[in-house]
């Protein structure tokens, strides 16, 4: 067990795993830092400034001497945590076989469950969540579930289910980069406005189930979103 620390446990350009753990009451749980890290069968959760961080490269002309923020987090829970379950900045994550749920964020701020974005003249990074469930997670602006900012975005075998966001985007809030959603549960997700997939500049959704509204910004079928893209419903 590792709590009451600033960090919880903080990894600054090394390679760190992390395993059967439970990372809790800490300011901030699990902080990867322009390293390489893999947590796995862990428990991430009551947190106060959020769950697992990862800071990817910058894109600076010091990249070379920084790792590329890449994190696999893999049979793991993250769940109650005050701030995102999982805050990606121009990194590169992978969630697999895990269960996000519980966590939230304040006013103005975004992604409940989680947030991909880049920030900081940095270099846009990608998220992938497979065989995972992201649900009853809150936000006060925008994406209770997922909310996507300059990054990739992929979702496969997975349940994004029971978010809520205070202004859009209950469900999944797409980003600038591309967001992809495969055999995959859209369901029951709130918002003022949209409550499922909202947003994007491009998207591809296949064989997925949606049953929370969904709102796009035209040229696709009712049931789906993004400005524009292919929907295989």
Request: glycine residues 20%.
């Amino acid at each position: 067990v590792v709590s009451g620390n600033f960090s919880g446990i903080y990894n600054d350009q090394a390679v760190l795993f992390v395993i059967r753990c439970h990372v809790s009451e800490n300011t901030y749980g699990i902080y990867n830092d322009h390293g390489e890290a893999s947590v796995s069968n862990c428990i991430v959760s009551s947190n106060q400034s959020g769950g697992v961080f990862d800071n990817g490269v910058s894109g600076g002309p010091s990249d070379h001497i920084f790792g590329s923020g890449t994190l696999t987090i893999a049979d793991s829970i993250i769940n109650d945590n005050s701030g995102p379950g999982v805050d990606n900045n121009a990194g590169f994550v992978t969630i697999v076989d895990s269960t996000i749920s519980g966590n939230s964020v304040g006013p103005s701020e975004l992604g409940g469950g989680v947030y991909t974005y880049m920030g900081g003249g940095k270099i846009p990074g990608n998220l992938t969540v497979m065989n995972s469930t992201i649900s009853g997670n809150f936000a006060s602006s925008y994406g209770g579930g997922i909310a996507c900012g300059k990054s990739g975005l992929t979702i496969i075998n997975s349940t994004i289910s029971g978010n809520s966001a205070g202004d859009y985007g209950g469900g999944i809030v797409g980003g600038s980069f591309g967001m992809m959603i495969v055999n995959s549960t859209v369901s029951g997700n709130a918002a003022a406005t949209c409550g499922g997939v909202c947003g994007g500049v491009a998207c591809l959704i296949v064989h997925s189930s949606k049953t929370s509204p969904i709102e796009g910004h035209g040229g696709g079928p009712p049931s789906c979103a993004c400005a524009r893209g292919t929907w295989v419903c």
